[in-house]
């Protein structure tokens, strides 16, 4: 959320950023992809117990977070919302890879959205590689 030079806080339907991510701002998925990316790694790993994994999960919860985007009309509202997608992700690769029919282990990568450009997907997939090197 922005705060004005007076300190008071503007409201989420005045903050730009959440506007031009629910129009489809590309650049405004960035920015929400590097406010929250690290943290929501960091939450997916605990669940997973499995940093490939909690790459590709907690990538792919952003995408579908930029897919509902019309409906998310605020800050909290999207990080609530790529923290449950995150959530069901993780338990749906948990229940996966508990199926003893399942021979592949890794984590199912979701579509990536055609209208997020390629230039935004590099920045995020290199963004979210040193992450993961890190951890």
């Known amino acids: 959320m922005i705060v004005s030079m007076t300190n008071s806080q503007v409201t989420d339907e005045d903050d730009p950023s959440v506007l031009w991510f629910q129009q489809g701002v590309p650049e405004a998925f960035k920015v929400f992809f590097f406010q929250y990316y690290p943290e929501l790694f960091g939450f997916a790993k605990l669940l997973v117990n499995d940093g490939p994994a909690a790459y590709q999960l907690s990538i792919d919860a952003f995408f579908l977070c930029w897919s509902r985007r019309a409906d998310l009309a605020s800050d909290e509202k999207i990080k609530a919302f790529i923290y449950l997608a995150t959530r069901n992700n993780c338990m749906d690769h948990l229940r996966r890879i508990a199926d003893p029919a399942v021979t592949d282990k890794r984590a199912l ?9 390629s230039y ?16």
């Open 109 to 117: 990568a979701g579509p990536v959205p055609d209208s997020l450009p």
């Open 120 to 135: 935004i997907l590099t920045d995020i997939y290199a963004y979210a590689a040193v992450g993961l090197r890190q951890k």
